[in-house]
């Protein structure tokens, strides 16, 4: 059963989401922002950095991201709906938030099909990751639940 959460924790997720989401721009600021600067919005100032608007458009990001989280992916709203299902609302609507922000902030042309087509891409890859790495920590608890529960088996 989960801890019940503070502000506190959410906080620190948003800021532990930020990071890696700031992580991957600053990175991609340093190889391809001079070739895209005047291409996209979030490289205006190319390989020099990211700009205050940018920093505060990934916070509010990260901030949908953890809020959207916690309704599909923890069973505090949403406690009969299956899994699979919850992650697909889940990925559903980050999609839709963030083309909802490709607009609005003027990431990449929304007229350029190439653009949309690397952010699917992208997109796809990454969230791949997100669910590699979140069964692999699941594996890894349920192996330290298994553990524990052999250990008190024994006794």
Same mark, same amino acid.
């Given at each position: 059963?989960?801890?019940?959460? *503070? =502000? ?5 997720? +948003? $800021?532990?989401?930020?990071?890696? &989401? ?5 990175? !991609? ?33 990260? *901030? =949908? ?5 916690? +309704? $599909?992916?923890?069973?505090?709203? &949403? ?5 699979? !299902? ?34 699917? =891409? ?34």
């Amino acid at each position: 059963m989960e801890k019940r959460k *503070t =502000i506190f924790n959410y906080i620190s997720e +948003v $800021f532990a989401v930020y990071g890696i &989401i700031v992580t991957i721009y600053v990175l !991609l600021s340093l190889f391809i922002g001079d070739y895209v600067g005047e291409y996209s919005s979030m490289f205006r100032l190319g390989n020099k950095g990211l700009s205050n608007a940018t920093l505060l458009q990934l916070l509010l990001l990260a *901030t =949908i991201i953890i809020a959207v989280r916690n +309704v $599909f992916l923890t069973d505090r709203w &949403i406690k009969r709906m299956s899994i699979i !299902l919850r992650n697909i609302l889940f990925f559903i609507t980050i999609i839709v938030v963030m083309i909802i922000m490709i607009v609005s902030f003027d990431w990449f042309p929304v007229n350029d099909w190439q653009a949309w087509v690397g952010f699917l =891409i992208s997109y796809t890859v990454s969230m791949g990751v997100s669910v590699l790495v979140s069964r692999l920590k699941e594996r890894a608890e349920n192996d330290k639940l298994q553990v524990a529960l052999d250990k008190y088996n024994k006794k």
